[in-house]
C-alpha cells in the first residue's frame, strides 16, 4: 500500500472513530425528564431537552407529546387516544428532536410543517360551518422520512343522529294527519335529544387519518354524511369544504 493510501485510510478510520464515539456519547447523555405528555419512556440529552421546551414555547398553542422510538407505531396506531378538544395535537417521537436540536434544515422543515398546519387546521374546521362541532380534536403526526399526518377526531354519534332527524322531518311532511301541535312538540324533543348528544362525555367517535389536509376533509365528511343521500343534505351542507384552500 503507497503512503498516500495509507494516510487517507487511517483518515477514514479515524473518521469512523470519531464519528461511532459522538453517537455512542450521545446516546448516554441521553435521559428520563419532565418531558410533559408523553407515551412509553422518552430520553433526551440536554441539548434537545433545551429544544423541546424552546419548540413548546414556540407553539404554545399546540399541545404536544413526546414519544419514546420503540411507541412510534403504537402512538400512530392510536393517535385518537390523546385527542385534546383545545388544542391540536402534535406526536413527534425522541429521535426527531434530537436531529432538530442538531440540524437547522432539518429544524426548519419540522417547524414550517407545524406552522403551516396551525393555520390550515382551524381553517378547516371552520370550513366545515356547524358541522365543526363534530370534530372533538385536530393532530399533527410525524412520520420517518419527513412527511406528516394528519388525524380528526369525529363523533359519529351527531353524524347519526342527524340522518336520524332528516329521516324523520320527511317522514313527518307525508303524515297529513298531524297537527301543527304535534309537529311543535317533535320537534322541542328532537332539538333537545340533539342538544343531549352534543353534550356527551362518552361519544361515540372515530379517528380519521390522512397524508393531506384535503384528504382528511374528505375523510371527515365521510363520516359527517355516512348513509345521507344528496336529497337529504341542505343546500349549505352540499357546499361544506368545497371552498378550503388545501395548499400549503
Do not use: C
Amino acid at each position: 500500500m503507497s503512503t498516500l493510501a495509507h494516510v487517507e485510510s487511517s483518515m477514514q478510520a479515524a473518521a469512523a472513530y470519531e464519528e461511532s464515539k459522538t453517537s455512542k456519547t450521545t446516546q448516554s447523555e441521553r435521559k428520563p425528564g419532565n418531558y410533559g405528555r408523553t407515551i412509553g419512556q422518552p430520553e433526551l440529552s440536554e441539548k434537545a431537552q433545551k429544544y423541546y421546551e424552546e419548540l413548546k414555547k414556540k407553539f404554545s398553542n399546540m399541545d404536544f407529546i413526546l414519544v419514546s422510538s420503540d411507541m412510534k407505531e403504537a402512538a400512530k396506531a392510536q393517535a385518537g387516544k390523546y385527542a385534546n378538544p383545545h388544542k391540536m395535537v402534535v406526536l413527534i417521537d425522541e429521535e426527531k428532536i434530537e436531529k432538530m436540536a442538531e440540524d437547522e434544515n432539518f429544524r426548519k422543515q419540522y417547524e414550517n410543517v407545524i406552522k403551516s398546519a396551525g393555520i390550515k387546521l382551524p381553517q378547516l374546521k371552520k370550513s366545515l360551518g356547524s358541522s365543526g362541532a363534530n370534530v372533538k380534536s385536530f393532530g399533527l403526526l410525524f412520520n420517518d422520512g419527513g412527511n406528516a399526518s394528519f388525524f380528526a377526531v369525529v363523533d359519529k354519534s351527531l353524524a347519526a343522529q342527524r340522518v336520524r332527524i332528516k329521516e324523520n322531518a320527511e317522514k313527518k311532511a307525508k303524515e297529513k294527519k298531524e297537527t301543527a301541535k304535534k309537529e311543535a312538540k317533535e320537534a322541542v324533543e328532537e332539538k333537545l335529544a340533539q342538544k343531549h348528544a352534543e353534550n356527551m362525555e362518552n361519544a361515540d367517535t372515530v379517528t380519521v387519518t390522512a397524508s393531506s389536509i384535503e384528504e382528511l376533509m374528505r375523510k371527515i365528511n365521510d363520516v359527517l354524511y355516512a348513509g345521507m343521500s344528496d336529497s337529504m343534505l341542505t343546500d349549505a351542507e352540499k357546499m361544506i369544504g368545497q371552498h378550503f384552500d388545501s395548499r400549503w
